[in-house]
């Protein structure tokens, strides 16, 4: 069977309109608008960012989980006594996504607006006072390096750069990757955190990430 050649770029002509077969000579009529009275239903699309406080649902299920868990004399008892292993096991028996709350760690972050992981023991320490708030990823990452700084007490001319290489270090699983398998060319293509800055380092480039593995929970800065 032979196939057909077909001149793809060719610009097809549309069919000219028939006249109709009721008798009607009048010529065909083009159509370039057309106008429309039936009133739009949708006159306006507005589009509302909930803010940090979150939606009102949202930000009432931590006020019931605070309540269930502050009436629950067993979590009390274990809370006052700070046998906090003890606490968080009868939280996730009794309360982790049993019926009434169906409370679980990620619906408490998102209604908090978290853009990181919490525990449990954050979730008790805030529901009995201990903490008035979830701190966010950066300010717990600041925490981090205060106390590395603290303890070590490097020049003030390596203090910038150690900020810098801790938070990339805890936040980003490729920056560690490249640091432990000693990729360090790859760094000259990494957005995060300079070849020079790595260099500036000096004598802290391995004191930093052994720091992170034995001190920082680094899941906690996921989402």
Request: hydrophobic fraction near 35%; charged fraction near 40%; charge should be negative.
């Amino acid at each position: 069977m032979l196939k057909q050649k077909f001149d793809y770029d060719e610009i097809l002509k549309l069919p000219q309109l028939q006249k109709g077969t009721g008798g009607d000579d009048r010529p065909p009529v083009d159509i370039d608008e057309i106008e429309v009275f039936d009133p739009d239903k949708v006159k306006e699309l507005r589009e509302q960012a909930v803010g940090l406080e979150g939606m009102k649902v949202d930000r009432k299920l931590f006020e019931k989980a605070q309540q269930e868990l502050q009436e629950d004399e067993d979590i009390k008892s274990a809370v006052e006594n700070e046998q906090w292993e003890k606490a968080v096991k009868i939280v996730r028996d009794k309360y982790e996504d049993k019926p009434n709350l169906f409370l679980n760690l990620d619906k408490i972050r998102k209604s908090e607006n978290l853009d990181r992981r919490i525990s449990w023991r954050e979730v008790l320490e805030r529901s009995f006072g201990f903490i008035d708030t979830f701190k966010s990823k950066n300010e717990l990452l600041e925490e981090e390096c205060e106390k590395f700084i603290s303890i070590y007490k490097p020049e003030s001319k390596y203090v910038p750069y150690i900020k810098n290489y801790l938070k990339a270090y805890v936040t980003d699983e490729r920056f560690r990757d490249i640091i432990n398998n000693k990729h360090f060319a790859e760094l000259n293509v990494y957005a995060g955190f300079s070849m020079s800055e790595f260099k500036s380092l000096n004598g802290w480039r391995e004191t930093v990430p052994e720091y992170v593995k034995d001190y920082v929970p680094v899941n906690q800065f996921m989402r």
